[in-house]
T-cell receptor, first 115, second 115 residues
Framework: NAGVMQNPRHLVRRRGQEARLRCSPMKGHSHVYWYRQLPEEGLKFMVYLQKENIIDESGMPKERFSAEFPKEGPSILRIQQVVRGDSAAYFC?????????????FGPGTRLTVT | KQEVTQIPAALSVPEGENLVLNCSFTDSAIYNLQWFRQDPGKGLTSLLLIQSSQREQTSGRLNASLDKSSGRSTLYIAASQPGDSATYLCAVVSINTGANSKLTFGKGITLSVRP
């Protein structure tokens, strides 16, 4: 059973460009979470999605950021018009629909660098 | 609002020493607590998960305890090895955000085990 997959692992964008980060959850998992780790800071929750639904986006910046988890395909975190402050590691985690432990499994992350 | 604190931010010990990493959280109403390991530039590896009804969990040389009423958890590492050098993160799922919901992370403790 493959783990959570994220791609690309490293992404370089110039200011003003768009960044698209992809996350494929573990097989059988229908819950996806996105977290951001800024330099010298801890991981911060961004958004929680189930298939075709955003459940909790309380950690998402109000502008330029969006997320989706379509019926088919990976979850996408999109950052429009990137700025240098968006440079960070973005981690995706997944969990199964039914679980007594509510454990989250993390992917390797996408490291975004904005130049 | 849940806050998770890990002190100290960094720790250096000689090889072979038994050590304890501390984690505290402000809201004791949690579903579970997870300890993770993060190597530099890498993703998160789940070490142990403790349900709110449990007092401790063990895996190999690692033992994690949970005292929910006082808002504390400890990760005990026995007979430390240089390969244990990494950042250790503590995270909780709070009841007021729903069971299958976001993790709130501490900033981590960076451990260095000297040969």
């Amino acid at each position: 059973n493959a783990g959570v997959m994220q791609n690309p692992r490293h992404l370089v964008r110039r200011r003003g460009q768009e960044a698209r980060l992809r996350c494929s959850p573990m097989k059988g998992h229908s819950h996806v979470y996105w977290y951001r780790q800024l330099p010298e800071e801890g991981l911060k929750f961004m958004v929680y999605l189930q298939k075709e639904n955003i459940i909790d986006e309380s950690g998402m910046p109000k502008e330029r950021f969006s997320a989706e988890f379509p019926k088919e395909g990976p979850s996408i975190l999109r950052i429009q018009q990137v700025v240098r402050g968006d440079s960070a590691a973005y981690f995706c985690a997944s969990s199964p629909q039914t679980s007594s432990s509510y454990e989250q499994y993390f992917g390797p992350g996408t490291r975004l660098t904005v130049t | 609002k849940q806050e998770v604190t890990q002190i100290p931010a960094a720790l250096s010990v000689p090889e072979g020493e038994n050590l304890v990493l501390n984690c505290s959280f402000t809201d004791s109403a949690i579903y579970n607590l997870q300890w993770f390991r993060q190597d530099p530039g890498k993703g998160l590896t789940s070490l142990l998960l403790i349900q709110s009804s449990q007092r401790e969990q063990t895996s190999g040389r690692l033992n994690a305890s949970l005292d929910k009423s006082s808002g504390r958890s400890t990760l005990y590492i026995a007979a430390s090895q240089p390969g244990d050098s990494a950042t250790y993160l503590c995270a909780v799922v709070s009841i007021n955000t729903g069971a299958n919901s976001k993790l709130t992370f501490g900033k981590g403790i960076t451990l260095s085990v000297r040969p």
